[in-house]
C-alpha cells in the first residue's frame, strides 16, 4: 500500500512537470495548423512576431519580450528562405525593441521581390512601427495602433527621448548645460538624422521623397510622446498605406499566444452569440 502511494506521488510530480511542456506543445501545433490555413487563404508566406509577456520554468517567472536580434537572425531566416515570387504578410505585436533588430527586419522585408504585408491586430510600437514602414501595404484593426520612431537614449536607469535632450540644450543654451548633457545632445541629434534617413529610405518607393522626409520629421522630432498611440485612421491620415480591417483566422491566431497570467484581475466575458437555452417542462406535463 505504501508503495502504491509513492508512486502515485511519484507520478503526480513528473505530471505536474511535464503538463505545461504537453499543453506549450499542443498550442504549437494549433499555431502552425492556422498559419498553413492563412498561407493558403491569403496566398502569403506568412511569418509571425508576437512579444507577449510570457512565463518561464515550474514557478512561472514573467519574462518581458521586445525586438532582438535573436527575432531579426529568425525573421531574416524565414524572408531569406521565401521564394522571390512569393509574397509575405508578417503579423507584428510588439512594444518595440532594438533599432538595430529592427532596421534589419525591416530592410530585408523591404528588399523581398514580391508583394509584403504587415498586419497589425493590437499594437507595433518604436521599432513594430519602423518594420511596419517597409511594407508595400499595412494592414490594421480598426482598434490597432502604430508608434512614434523618436530615438530614446539611456542615461544610467533613465530614458531619455533624443529630441527633449536637444529641446534642453536649446532652451537654456550650450554654456549653461553640463559637458555630459552636450554629448548626449550630439548623439541626439545623430540619432534622429540616422532614424530618418532609414525612414525614408523605407518609404521612397511607395511615395515622393518630400512626402518620406515629412512623415520621418512627425515621427522622430518630439511632436508626440514615445508611446503616443497612432491610430489607423491616423496613420492614413500621415500618407501610410494602411488597410483596415483583418481576417478573422488572425485573431483566432492571437489566442493562441495567450498572455501569462500575474497576481491581478484578468479579462473576462461570456463569448458571444450566447446559445439558446433549453426549453424548460412546464408543471403538470409530462
Known amino acids: 500500500m505504501i508503495d502504491i502511494i509513492g508512486l502515485l506521488f511519484w507520478f503526480l510530480i513528473i505530471i505536474t512537470m511535464l503538463w505545461p511542456q504537453i499543453q506549450y506543445r499542443n498550442i504549437q501545433v494549433a499555431r502552425l495548423n492556422l498559419i498553413k490555413k492563412l498561407e493558403q487563404k491569403l496566398g502569403f508566406r506568412i511569418i509571425t512576431m508576437i512579444h507577449r509577456q ?3 520554468g515550474f514557478f512561472k517567472i514573467p ?6 536580434i535573436e527575432d531579426s537572425e529568425a525573421v531574416l531566416r524565414a524572408i531569406r528562405s521565401t521564394p522571390p515570387e512569393k509574397p509575405i504578410a508578417l503579423i507584428i505585436h510588439t512594444p518595440g525593441g532594438l533599432v538595430l533588430a529592427a532596421s534589419q527586419i525591416a530592410e530585408a522585408l523591404k528588399r523581398h521581390p514580391a508583394k509584403k504585408v504587415v498586419i497589425v491586430p493590437h499594437y507595433a510600437m518604436s521599432g513594430g512601427t519602423l ?5 508595400d501595404e499595412i494592414w490594421m484593426d480598426p482598434n490597432a495602433v502604430l508608434g512614434p520612431l523618436d ?5 544610467g536607469n533613465l530614458q531619455l527621448p533624443a529630441p527633449s535632450i536637444l529641446k534642453v540644450v536649446k532652451l537654456k543654451g550650450a554654456e549653461k548645460v553640463s559637458d555630459e548633457t552636450l ?3 550630439d548623439i541626439a541629434e545623430k540619432a534622429i538624422k540616422q532614424t530618418q534617413e532609414i525612414i525614408i529610405n523605407l518609404l521612397k518607393d511607395k511615395m515622393d521623397e518630400n512626402k518620406a522626409s515629412e512623415i520621418a520629421v512627425k515621427l522622430t522630432e518630439g511632436i508626440w510622446t514615445h508611446d503616443y498611440p497612432i491610430t489607423a485612421e491616423k496613420a492614413k491620415e500621415l500618407g501610410l498605406p494602411v488597410k483596415i480591417g483583418l481576417p478573422p483566422e488572425i485573431y483566432k491566431l492571437m489566442e493562441l499566444y495567450p498572455q501569462a497570467h500575474t497576481h491581478r484581475p484578468g479579462v473576462e466575458f461570456i463569448p458571444y452569440p450566447y446559445l439558446p437555452k433549453p426549453p424548460t417542462k412546464k408543471q403538470g406535463t409530462k
Open 54 to 56: 510570457e512565463s518561464i
Open 63 to 68: 519574462i518581458y519580450r521586445f525586438i532582438d
Open 131 to 135: 518594420i511596419a514602414l517597409a511594407a
Open 151 to 155: 530615438p530614446q537614449l539611456m542615461k
Open 183 to 185: 554629448i548626449l545632445a
